[in-house]
Structure formats: structure tokens, C-alpha cells
């Protein structure tokens, strides 16, 4: 089964902690390049993160992120260095001694001294594992989606294969009578001279232009080519590169026989084909 390389999955979850977003996008790339961007209180889950995404693609640029939007009930835990504070509170006594100051040290003025007031230390251990569920969520339906983007991929290839053993049998239909054109016009050009000619040397050169014009090893490897396509389409495993270069050989048989054409409607299906080869190396580009 084809899968894509272009794709995207986004997922969120409302919880006691607040609010957790993942989202992952790619597109394609010659190897396996992914990025992630993790919220600073979940960031040691990005090993997992990473081994999960590598065990389950093989190419494509991958970007992931997880936002983390913290309740109310996180964000306003503060903790108190009380052992700060009493250092504090204690000097400040002590300088009231010393300058003659009797009045009484304020809890507030201690609380605003620095490091007395920070955010308390919370166990994020759940929140982590929350977060992990959601991300298996969220790459099933990335998979999901590289998978229906690489069917349609398989059925516009399929498609591609049929048209082009339409224009292989047209070909094979033309190329006598092309072949055939050329000798009458031939031997009509040599009449309307009136010379006298080596028989045997006319028929020398007929067959070479029978052997210069003929397609027939072109079109036994473009039908071995496709044949070899439509047994990739049935793999269940990275095929991206093998279809890559198998498009490369459907075009350079595509201008060989271009090359070879001797009259117009072998030229327009040559065109046709080159068109529709064109079209398969675009979306084989997005396959992984």
C-alpha cells in the first residue's frame, strides 16, 4: 500500500492540567527529517516522540508540535523559600537595630524580595503520560492520512498505466504503416528522378530505415515497465525511490520514441505519453 509523505493530524485535549495540542505535518524529502517542538514542561517526552514517528515513517520532512495551555489550578501554585524569607526578615531587623528604625518588617516587602516567591514544583509524571496518549492518537491519524493520500496516488497511477497501454497498442497499430509510407515515399521520389538506380541497394536502404524507425524493443520494455509498476502498487513497504526510478526508465523510452517518429500521429502519442509520465513523476514525488 502507498503511503504519502504529505500529510497532516491535529489533536487536543481539555484535562485538570489545561490544554494539550499536538499537531504534525510533512512533506516530502529524500530521507527521514523530523522536527519537534515541545512545551518546557513536557520536553522529556521527545525521545518517545521521536522513536514512535521513526518507527512508523520512513521518509518525509516531519514537523511536531505540542502546545500546553496550563489550567488555572497549575499556573497559580506559588511555593515560599521560607528559609529565604527568614534570612530576610531577620537582616532586616538586624538593620533596624543598627539605624534606629522601630518600625515592624512588613510580610509583603519580604515576600517581593527575590527567589523568596517562585512557582511551585509540580509532578508533570501524568501530564506526561496524558500527553503521550494523545500523540498515539494524533500519528494513527497521520498514518491514516499519508494512507488514503498514497491510495489515491495508487489509483491515479493505475489509471496513468491503462492510458499508456492504450497509446503502446496505438503505436504498435501505426508503426507498419508508417514504416510502409516511407518506402512508397521513397521509391515515388527515386521514379520521379528517372534515374536508374541499384535495385538491390534500394532494398539495402529500406531496411535500414525499417531497422532506423523501429520500436518494438521501446515498447516491450515500456509494457515490462508497467508491468513492474502495477507489482510495486501491491507492496506493503517503502516503494518511493523504486517508482521514482522506474519513472525515470518510462521517460527515457518515451524519448526514443519520440525520436523515432515518422509521421504526426506517432509524434501526438509520443507527446501523450510524455505527458502522462510527467504526471506520474509528480505525485511519485509525495511517496514514501
Known amino acids: 500500500m502507498l503511503k504519502s509523505m504529505t500529510a497532516f ?40 516522540v521521536r522513536d514512535k514517528i521513526s518507527a512508523r515513517v520512513s521518509r518525509g520532512k516531519v514537523e511536531v508540535s505540542l502546545r500546553f ?22 537582616s532586616a531587623k538586624s538593620l533596624q537595630q ?6 515592624p518588617v512588613s510580610a509583603m516587602e519580604v515576600l517581593r524580595w527575590p527567589g523568596v516567591v517562585g512557582q511551585a514544583e509540580a509532578d508533570f509524571g501524568p501530564l506526561q503520560q496524558l500527553a503521550m496518549e494523545l500523540f498515539d492518537t494524533a500519528l494513527e491519524d497521520y498514518i ?22 492504450d497509446i503502446i497498442e496505438k503505436v504498435k ?26 535495385t538491390g541497394r534500394l ?29 510495486i502498487l501491491k507492496r506493503d513497504e517503502p516503494v518511493g525511490r523504486r517508482l521514482d526510478f522506474l519513472v525515470q526508465e518510462f521517460n ?24 502522462y509520465i510527467e504526471q506520474m513523476r509528480e505525485q511519485v514525488q509525495n511517496i514514501e
Not at 491535529?10 to 517542538?37: A, F, Q
Not at 543598627?98 to 518600625?103: F, L, R, V
Not at 499519508?146 to 489509471?159: F, H, I, S
Open 98 to 103: 543598627i539605624i534606629g528604625d522601630n518600625q
Open 9 to 48: 493530524s491535529r489533536k487536543e485535549s481539555v484535562n485538570d492540567w489545561g490544554m494539550l495540542v499536538w499537531e504534525m505535518r510533512s512533506v516530502n524529502h529524500r530521507y527521514l527529517d523530523v522536527s519537534i517542538r515541545i512545551a518546557d514542561e513536557l520536553r522529556l517526552i521527545e525521545p518517545q
Open 144 to 165: 491514516e492520512t499519508r494512507k488514503r493520500e498514497g491510495e489515491k496516488t495508487a489509483q491515479m497511477l493505475t489509471e496513468r498505466c491503462t492510458a499508456i497501454d
Open 203 to 231: 532494398e539495402q536502404e529500406l531496411v535500414y530505415i525499417s531497422q532506423r524507425l523501429d520500436v518494438a524493443e521501446e515498447l516491450d520494455r515500456l509494457t515490462a515497465h508497467l508491468s513492474e509498476l502495477r507489482d
Open 173 to 198: 497499430v501505426l508503426r507498419p504503416q508508417a514504416i510502409e509510407r516511407q518506402r512508397t515515399k521513397l521509391i515515388s521520389r527515386i521514379e520521379e528522378l528517372d534515374v536508374d538506380h541499384d
Open 252 to 275: 527515457r523510452e518515451a524519448n526514443t520514441l519520440s525520436s523515432k517518429s515518422a509521421d504526426a500521429d506517432t509524434t501526438a502519442l509520443s507527446v501523450d505519453l510524455k505527458v
Open 69 to 90: 495551555k496550563p489550567s488555572q489550578k497549575v499556573s497559580s501554585q506559588i511555593a515560599v523559600n521560607e528559609s529565604l524569607a527568614t534570612q530576610v526578615a531577620n
